[in-house]
């Protein structure tokens, strides 16, 4: 419900603001509220009735809609965690290379929803309805019978593993690591600078802040997907020993996985509330509130 309230809160507040603001940023973390709440209200109450269902009632065509939708929001959000770290690492990395900025925001952000839709279209084909040989009225949507090989299968789930968890970690590590290393590299210069001496508390604090968002930001992406794709990995390496595990467990362990898209508004929202509540004490003008869920490092705009 918190996630909710601050998705929603955010997305409104962000709107507003888009009408007299045109940052990149509010606009990605609009995209980023949206694809939380694809997840949160869309593909977990799916997977939530279809894990307490019995048989498939909702036919084919709903099989296949439902294994996209499936994805596609846990895709849409890695992906636009990606553009916000890029966006930032370039903002501070390269602050410089001013050229078509919002041009560069667009595109990535279509990258990131076609990127989506291309990555989601496969599980339309690979899953569908099948009927249980011996018992006529069971029916499910599943993968069976879909791939000619065990190899082809274990290929597909590889795919998905690298676009939707190794890609967008290696990126966010990457970018934010540099962006803490530059933000170093700038405080240990001004040490030596007397006349710039003002600017280091400045680098402090940014440093601090940008230390602890980039450790919560990767935890909690690891934290929430990494025990999905170590008992993914398990199956894949010893499938007979995998099947043992009680069925409730491995989709429990995907429904944590997918918590990932309600702690993100968390996790930003509440580093930013903190921010607002020390900066309206100092000024009360519009440009030093900052609004929650302003996630992305409001402090390199």
């Known amino acids: 419900m918190w996630s909710f309230q601050l998705?929603?809160?955010?997305?409104?507040?962000?709107?507003r603001k888009k009408r007299t603001s045109k940052s990149r940023i509010h606009t990605m973390l609009m995209h980023l509220a949206i694809?939380?709440?694809?997840?949160?209200?869309?593909?977990?109450?799916?997977?939530?009735?279809?894990?307490?269902?019995?048989?498939?009632?909702?036919?084919?065509?709903?099989?296949r809609i439902m294994a996209f939708f499936r994805m596609f929001g846990l895709y849409l959000s890695s992906f636009i965690l990606v553009c916000i770290s890029v966006d930032r690492y370039y903002?501070?990395?390269?602050?410089?290379?001013?050229?078509?900025?919002?041009?560069?925001?667009?595109?990535?952000l279509c990258l990131a929803?076609?990127?989506?839709?291309?990555?989601?279209?496969?599980?339309?084909?690979?899953?569908?309805?099948?009927?249980?040989?011996?018992?006529?009225?069971?029916?499910?949507?599943?993968?069976?019978?879909?791939?000619p090989t065990y190899t082809h299968e274990i290929t597909y789930s590889l795919f998905g593993m690298v676009m939707m968890y190794w890609l967008p970690l290696i990126v966010i590590i990457y970018t934010y690591t540099s962006i803490l290393l530059e933000i170093c590299r700038r405080s240990?210069?001004?040490?030596?600078?007397?006349?710039?001496?003002?600017?280091?508390?400045?680098?402090?604090?940014?440093?601090?802040?940008?230390?602890?968002?980039?450790?919560i930001i990767v935890a909690v992406f690891f934290v929430c997907w990494t025990p999905y794709y170590v008992?993914?990995?398990?199956?894949?390496?010893?499938?007979?020993?995998?099947?043992?595990?009680?069925?409730?467990?491995?989709?429990?362990?995907?429904?944590?996985?997918?918590?990932?898209s309600c702690m993100n508004p968390i996790v930003y929202g509440v580093f930013n509330i903190r921010d607002r509540n020390k900066t309206s004490v100092r000024s009360t003008t519009l440009e030093t509130r900052?609004?929650?869920?302003?996630?992305s490092l409001k402090l390199f705009e």
């Open 91 to 108: 903002a501070v990395i390269r602050p410089l290379q001013l050229w078509d900025v919002d041009k560069r925001g667009k595109v990535m």
């Open 290 to 295: 900052i609004t929650p869920l302003s996630l």
């Open 35 to 63: 694809a939380d709440l694809l997840v949160t209200f869309l593909m977990m109450p799916l997977e939530i009735g279809w894990a307490i269902t019995v048989s498939w009632k909702a036919g084919d065509a709903m099989c």
């Open 231 to 260: 008992m993914s990995l398990w199956y894949w390496i010893d499938r007979q020993s995998a099947y043992k595990v009680d069925q409730r467990i491995q989709k429990g362990l995907f429904l944590f996985a997918c918590t990932n």
């Open 7 to 15: 998705i929603c809160v955010s997305m409104r507040v962000m709107l």
């Open 113 to 147: 929803w076609v990127g989506s839709v291309v990555c989601s279209m496969p599980q339309m084909v690979v899953f569908h309805v099948e009927t249980h040989p011996n018992i006529s009225w069971y029916s499910q949507c599943v993968t069976f019978n879909t791939f």
């Open 188 to 215: 240990k210069k001004s040490e030596h600078d007397k006349i710039r001496r003002s600017s280091m508390g400045f680098l402090t604090r940014a440093k601090i802040r940008t230390l602890k968002m980039t450790v």
